[in-house]
């Protein structure tokens, strides 16, 4: 069964500490995996997609990941405005209809 | 600017009673798509459309009901059948269905139980 499993579920930070935030997935086949964030009340905004093992992307103070069996969000001297729940997704290779699995997520708040 | 416009943004259900929760996108994406999130939980997909007058069952479509009449709007309907319908709904849309496009959300729509 296709799983996506996201830990740690909440996660405190001071400002400036680094930190990284886990998505753990078994799948048959990986066509894509994305990130998401969320704010409270709103809807889930894209921030980036990975397609193979070796993978890297950045934006601004975040960079993700990708391996054969998890993919990381590394976030850098973090930010309060980082606060937010980060969404992890997989698109598996066995749907061929755009349907995505996501995990829990991860619930960051980063403190002044 | 496009987008996709969820409306309203707080509902609330009688019980015994269906309410329409509406999805407009002005993207011209071909795909569209219904999730419910609950606390603690990944999205769950509710309903999809990969082109107009079509749509398919996802994995909680028990006591939900959705048409696709045109290409820009995907309503979703929370009838009596649905036990338990407080949750946060979120309409989402893709280029196409089939090919590995992320998705766009809309704002979402909180609906509880009166």
């Known amino acids: 069964e296709d799983q996506v499993t996201q830990s740690p579920e909440a996660l405190r930070l001071q400002e400036g500490e680094s930190s990284s935030l886990n998505c753990s997935y078994t799948?048959?086949?990986?066509?894509?995996l994305f990130w998401y964030r969320q704010d409270p009340g709103k809807g889930p905004e894209f921030l980036f997609t990975l397609y193979s093992a070796g993978e890297e992307k950045e934006k601004e103070r975040l960079k993700a990941t990708l391996t054969k069996k998890e993919s990381f969000l590394h976030i850098t001297a973090p930010k309060p405005e980082d606060s937010a729940t980060y969404l992890c997704?997989?698109?598996?290779?066995?749907?061929?209809?755009?349907?995505?699995?996501f995990g829990q997520g991860t619930t960051l708040q980063v403190k002044p | 600017d496009g987008g996709i416009t969820q409306s309203p943004k707080y509902l609330f259900r009688k019980e015994g009673q269906n309410v329409t929760l509406s999805c407009e996108q002005n993207l011209n994406h071909d795909a569209m798509y219904w999730y419910r999130q609950d606390p603690g939980q990944g999205l769950r997909l509710i309903y999809y459309?990969?082109?107009?007058?079509?749509?398919q069952k996802g994995d909680i479509a028990e006591g939900y009901s959705v048409s696709r009449e045109k290409k820009e709007s995907f309503p979703l309907t929370v009838t009596s059948a649905q036990k338990n319908p407080t949750a946060f709904y979120l309409c989402a849309s893709s280029i196409q269905a089939a090919t590995n496009e992320k998705l766009f959300f809309g704002s979402g729509t909180q609906l509880s139980v009166l």
């Open positions: 459309s990969q082109i107009v007058n079509d749509f």
């Open positions: 799948v048959s086949g990986l066509r894509g």
């Open positions: 997704a997989v698109h598996p290779t066995s749907s061929n209809t755009g349907k995505l699995i």
